[in-house]
């Protein structure tokens, strides 16, 4: 069995290729090829002799991710990919060309086990956890695709498919190679996680020490309404995940955002938005509201624009922190999970 060395620090590669009589700073010089040339075949790795990329090849092997499908919004700022890995495993990756920078939102699991009822991305379940390098690899084939236009990737999102505080040790393994100065050497207040509410992971995530934005999926007002729209709540309540807010805020310095999905009916009125403001008052944070992308599978519905407006300055007269998402690629159905719902389900060999 070759050894995937593709996400592997510096210091690990070295560790594995010592006892091929490598030295250490031949690790560094493979770790640029991978992760800032996009060099994935070690022959092409020039500055190694003949006979170390022989024996590079013959015990290790370098995996990265294929396209499956892209899907490019009208107006050309949202480019949407499924690419999938070496066990044929699939994911979307989002390529969003924002006024201040390109900003890429990746996944982190094949799938999703929580269960909101207004996502896409949890119809099936959750396959299995993505690797460190596997979530690298989708950053960077959106950093190549940007390189042949002088581009790069400015901000990362870690908000497609999966729960990223249920696979953390893979998830900070990600963020931690992406900050590498021999990797894309992005910086910490660049990348921002987005989680349903693991409680006991946030707080460790706040110990971490890493200036990344946390954000906050709470998308109701009250416990009950939560409840019935995202079962994580039944294990975590919404003040306990206020409380871990409050916290990251606390040990970080860092403002939290607060996501709130904007369901027709469900969580639009204009009580919830008074009690949204209550939640929110005092607090270090920002409010982002969602018109939902609608998912035909679950028959929710996008609020019209008066509800959106009105939701909006009833917070804004509160004095809150508030944003409306620019809702980008919602002509490609580009809310999470619809591009590989679509494609799997058209597909008898996709997974
Ligand atoms: N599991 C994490 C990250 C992935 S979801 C989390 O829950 O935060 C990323 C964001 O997209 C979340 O705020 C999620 O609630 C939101 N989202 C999911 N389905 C959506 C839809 N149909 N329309 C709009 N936003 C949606």
Avoid at 214 to 223: E, F
Wanted: hydrophobic share 40%; aromatic share 6%; net charge neutral.
């Amino acid at each position: 069995m070759k050894i995937d060395i593709f996400g592997m620090f510096v210091d690990e590669i070295a560790q594995v290729i010592h006892p091929y009589g490598l030295p250490k700073y031949r690790a560094l010089q493979i770790a640029k090829w991978m992760y800032q040339c996009g060099v994935y075949d070690f022959d092409n790795m020039t500055n190694l002799s003949k006979d170390h990329r022989a024996l590079l090849m013959d015990n290790f092997v370098i995996h990265t991710v294929a396209t499956q499908a892209v899907q490019q919004s009208s107006d050309g700022k949202t480019s949407k990919y499924l690419v999938s890995f070496h066990d044929g495993s699939a994911v979307e990756t989002v390529l969003m060309r924002q006024p201040y920078g390109n900003s890429v939102c990746v996944s982190t699991q094949v799938g999703c086990a929580m269960g909101c009822v207004f996502c896409a991305s949890t119809l099936n379940g959750v396959t299995r956890n993505l690797s460190g390098g596997e979530i690298l690899a989708q950053v960077l084939y959106i950093n190549r695709l940007l390189q042949q236009e002088q581009a790069a990737v400015n901000n990362i999102v870690i908000m497609g498919s999966g729960e990223p505080l249920a696979n953390y040790d893979n998830v900070l393994k990600f963020i931690r190679l992406c900050h590498e100065e021999y990797s894309i050497h992005l910086s910490y207040r660049s990348i921002t996680l987005s989680t349903s509410g693991l409680v006991p992971e946030m707080n460790q995530l706040a110990r971490e020490g890493l200036p990344i934005t946390l954000s906050i999926s709470l998308h109701a007002p009250t416990n009950e309404i939560r409840s019935q729209l995202m079962p994580i709540n039944n294990r975590y309540s919404l003040p306990e995940v206020m409380d871990a807010g409050d916290y990251y805020a606390e040990q970080t310095g860092r403002r939290v955002t607060y996501e709130y999905v904007l369901i027709s009916d469900v969580n639009d009125k204009i009580e919830h938005a008074g009690q949204l403001a209550a939640l929110m008052k005092g607090r270090l944070a920002n409010v982002n509201l969602i018109p939902v992308n609608p998912v035909m599978e679950r028959g929710l519905l996008r609020p019209d624009n008066k509800r959106i407006q009105q939701f909006e300055k009833i917070l804004l007269d509160k004095k809150i922190n508030v944003t409306v998402r620019r809702e980008m690629g919602t002509d490609i159905r580009a809310a999470c999970g619809q591009l590989r719902n679509n494609v799997v389900n058209n597909s008898p060999k996709a997974r």
